[in-house]
């Protein structure tokens, strides 16, 4: 059987497939529950400094090969999410923190929140395509981005993964920034942004209008995010965007990724996902002479 197990940043992952933000991210429950189906960690649902309700429904339409969501950031805030992440905690592997804020201040305090709870790392989210004044608006500025994650690592201990929006000109120039903080992983790619029109009402389908596009037809976006990444950062690189088959998760290995991540996935193989995944992946491994997940990082790279 080929080794499934990866290393990112000191963490030791049973397998390479962790739970995308916002997937079942809510409460501690849904991510014990991922946890118990398999996932080798899974990362929270965003959470601010305040509660949020986000934004009306509807907050979700399928489309061609995949989804188009604007939730708008909903989220307990970081006061009351305490009590999720010690449920979250309970299988005892890794719960990595997911954090917006609007600036370094507010990110340094939701850091040392999280930390104190007792998370094995952080993801602060830099790429949301859709909230004024966080995510994407602040990550798609390399300055900003250094600065944020400068700001983060200087107030905390464990690892800082710092999620990366495709809707830029040059995402290998925003992974210089993030690692020229002192980001320890860079997670790519977030959402990209997309619309769908109702015909019959003919105004946008989702409450808020644009959205972010996820699923099977962002992965060529992904791989190509991937791939330049890893020519331009040294840290390691968490790779996700419309993975939902062992070939796919390899493609995003080769391309260059350390770890992966899977969203849309999980809302058609829900608790089978993770099992699926990592037995496809395995037989991959076998067939193609891999002795390990780990080993085929960035191999689409360099020479014939
Ligand atoms: O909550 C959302 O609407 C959302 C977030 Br925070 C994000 O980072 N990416 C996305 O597609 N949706």
């Keep these: 059987m080929a080794e499934l197990t990866v290393d990112i940043a000191g963490l030791r992952l049973q397998n390479p497939f962790i739970l995308a933000s916002g997937i079942w991210g809510e409460t501690g429950a849904t991510l014990a ?27 979700i339409v399928e489309v061609p090969a995949g989804f188009i969501n604007a939730m708008g950031l909903p989220n307990p805030g970081i006061e009351a999410y305490k009590e999720e992440i010690e449920e979250a905690l309970q299988p005892g592997k890794p719960v990595i923190g997911s954090i917006f804020g609007a600036d370094e201040r507010e990110f340094v305090k939701l850091a040392r929140k999280m930390e104190s709870y007792g998370v094995s790392a952080l993801e602060l989210n830099l790429s949301c395509p859709h909230a004024k004044g966080y995510g994407a608006q602040l990550g798609q500025d390399p300055g900003i981005t250094k600065k944020i994650t400068a700001a ?18 040059s995402i290998a120039a925003i992974g210089k920034a993030a690692e020229s903080g002192g980001a320890d992983a860079v997670v790519a790619i977030n959402t990209l942004k997309g619309m769908a029109i109702d015909l019959e009402l003919g105004r946008p389908v989702l409450s808020h209008g644009s959205g972010g596009y996820s699923g ?45 991540q899977v969203g849309s996935v999980v809302y058609k193989k829900r608790d089978r996902t993770f099992t699926h995944l990592s037995r496809e992946l395995s037989r991959f491994l076998s067939s193609h002479h891999y002795k390990s997940a780990r080993s085929m990082t960035g191999k689409a790279h360099g020479g014939p």
């Design 33 to 59: 529950r991922a946890l118990r189906a398999g996932a080798g960690a899974v990362v929270t649902k965003s959470i601010g400094t305040e509660p949020r309700p986000g934004y009306p429904n509807p907050t």
């Design 152 to 169: 983060v690592k200087a107030a905390v201990k464990i690892p800082v993964f710092v999620k990366l929006t495709p809707n830029v000109a």
């Design 216 to 260: 099977p037809g962002i992965r060529p976006v992904g791989i190509a995010c991937v791939y330049d990444l890893f020519e331009a950062v040294k840290i390691p690189i968490i790779g996700m965007g419309g993975i939902s088959s062992g070939d796919d998760a390899a493609e995003y290995l080769l391309a260059g990724a350390a770890a992966l």
